[in-house]
C-alpha cells in the first residue's frame, strides 16, 4: 500500500487524515526498537524512519503534554483523538529541545522538535474509538502525505 497524498478533501466526507510527522520510510509499529511501542500496548499507529530532523505534529490540534526529556508529544486533534508522537532516542539521558509548548495551537506539519537520525512513531491510544481505519505504509515524500485515514 503506497501513502495516501493529499488531494484535497470533500467538504461533506467523515474521513480524517493523520499525516507522517516526518519525511522517511513509513513502517508497522511492530518494527519499531522501542518494545513498549512495537507491542502496540499504546495504541495503533505507525513508525517512521526519519530522513530529516524536523518532526513534526501529524494532526491539526493542541499540544497536551510534552515528556520531562522531549520524547512524546501529545496532541488532542480538532476532533478530540488523542495522537502521541514518540521520538526514540539511542541515549536514554538525551533531553530534546520542544519547540511548541502545552496549550499551543499547532496545524499538521508544524515542526514540535528537532532530532537527527531519529526514529519516530504516530501512535492513536484511543484508537477503539475509530470506527473504521486504514495505515499506509511507504515512502513519505512530503509532510503533507497521508499515513492514516479514519472515521470515527
Known amino acids: 500500500m503506497t501513502l495516501f497524498r493529499n488531494k484535497g478533501s470533500k467538504e461533506n466526507s467523515k474521513k480524517r487524515v493523520i499525516r507522517t510527522c516526518c519525511i522517511g520510510e513509513v513502517f508497522d509499529l511492530s518494527l519499531a526498537a522501542n518494545k513498549a511501542i512495537s507491542s ?3 495504541g495503533e ?15 491539526n490540534g493542541t499540544v497536551v503534554d510534552i515528556s520531562d526529556n522531549g ?11 488523542v495522537v502521541l508522537v514518540c521520538i526514540n532516542a539511542d541515549n536514554s539521558g538525551e ?8 496549550g499551543q495551537k ?11 537520525d531519529a526514529e519516530a512513531a504516530v501512535i492513536v491510544p484511543d484508537s477503539d474509538r475509530l470506527s473504521s481505519f ?9 509532510i503533507t502525505d497521508g499515513v492514516i485515514i479514519y472515521e470515527l
Open 40 to 42: 502496540k500496548i499504546l
Open 106 to 116: 499547532v496545524s499538521a506539519g508544524d515542526v514540535l522538535c528537532s532530532k537527527e
Open 71 to 81: 520524547h512524546t508529544y501529545t496532541l488532542s486533534s480538532e476532533d478530540e483523538l
Open 134 to 142: 486504514k495505515i499506509a505504509m511507504g515512502k513519505a515524500k512530503s
Open 95 to 102: 533531553v530534546i529541545e520542544p519547540l511548541v509548548t502545552v
Open 45 to 59: 499507529g505507525f513508525g517512521v524512519s526519519c530522513a530529516a530532523e524536523e518532526i513534526s505534529a501529524p494532526v
